[in-house]
């Protein structure tokens, strides 16, 4: 029997999409895979449906990088809304506890440098956090307490950028993977002896995709040809921009393609920017400005850890 041929098109690249409110994430990759008629989609980093901003979508050999824009940084603008803590930690939930207090622009950002750099956080209730095979959202749903253990997070920057009234807070945060905006709030709001929750949350970036380049759904669906679709996507590479890159010529391509190693010379491999001492580096080999493989890089040998089919 021969090998079942896959629906859709071949294509490969990232769409940067601006996702719209009230959109999930799974739905708005399969709206954008319906309108590329793509065989392989999927998308880097969850956004909640009542936020809005990059989401990137990986098409076909784009889904061999997600990992790598997965770990990479994200920035977030975000309004807290003071004086109500919901079970959600944002707009969407019921209210689970109020407060008087208001805390003032001074208050908060004496308060600030505590939510900086590796801190403790305990994962929202509703959350995509898995629980014995569950979400938690799942088990939140059913009306059930989840018992959720605190892990390390990473939050480079947080500021406060507009105080608009006694009741909201603007501010900007660039966090590391696996950190909650919701909770970042509903924890600052404790520290600060009053209750709060996310009332809007926008993603600027993650990675080296940025919301200036990002598309919406509703202008793709202006572009009537599928090929011009096409012009919106981001190379595949666009997401290993972080990586060393070891240039190589076609019979090294070839050996990777096959899974072997490829041998660089001394000079191309000190060329290559080392990682920590001792560490073996990941390294993008490039052949004709196209990426061969994703490789570690062992001494002068590059070995391929994921091979692209372009």
């Not at 896959?6 to 294509?11: A, D, E, L, N």
């Not at 940025?210 to 040809?225: C, F, K, M, N």
Request: proline share 6%; aromatic share 6%.
């Amino acid at each position: 029997m021969g090998r079942r041929r896959k629906k859709g098109r071949p294509i490969s690249g990232w769409l940067i999409l601006d996702k719209a409110y009230g959109l999930g994430s799974t739905e708005a990759v399969s709206k954008a895979k319906w309108l590329f008629q793509a065989q392989k989609a999927g998308h880097a980093g969850t956004l909640d449906p009542l936020a809005t901003g990059v989401l990137p979508i990986a098409f076909g050999e784009a889904t061999k990088t997600v990992p790598y824009t997965m770990d990479g940084e994200k920035r977030y603008r975000f309004t807290a809304r003071w004086g109500e803590a919901t079970a959600t930690d944002d707009a969407e939930g019921e209210v689970i506890a109020t407060s008087e207090e208001r805390p003032d622009p001074q208050a908060i950002e004496a308060a600030l440098p505590g939510f900086i750099g590796e801190i403790q956080q305990v994962p929202p209730q509703f959350s995509a956090v898995k629980i014995g095979g569950e979400r938690a959202y799942d088990i939140a749903r059913e009306g059930e307490t989840v018992e959720l253990q605190p892990r390390t997070i990473t939050v480079h920057e947080l500021s406060i950028v507009d105080a608009p009234n006694a009741d909201e807070t603007v501010f900007e945060a660039v966090t590391g993977k696996g950190a909650y905006v919701r909770a970042l709030v509903r924890d600052l709001a404790h520290a600060l002896g009053a209750e709060g929750h996310v009332s809007s949350l926008r993603r600027i970036s993650v990675g080296p995709f940025r919301a200036d380049d990002a598309v919406t759904i509703e202008a793709l669906e202006e572009i009537s040809l599928i090929e011009d679709r096409d012009a919106t996507l981001a190379p595949v590479e666009t997401a290993l921009a972080s990586l060393p890159q070891a240039l190589i010529d076609g019979p090294q391509a070839d050996k990777l393609r096959r899974g072997q190693a490829a041998v660089l010379s001394p000079a191309t491999a000190k060329g290559v920017r080392a990682g920590e001492a001792g560490v073996v580096p990941t390294v993008l080999a490039v052949c004709h400005d196209a990426p061969v493989a994703i490789c570690e890089l062992d001494g002068l040998k590059l070995k391929p850890a994921r091979v692209f089919n372009l």
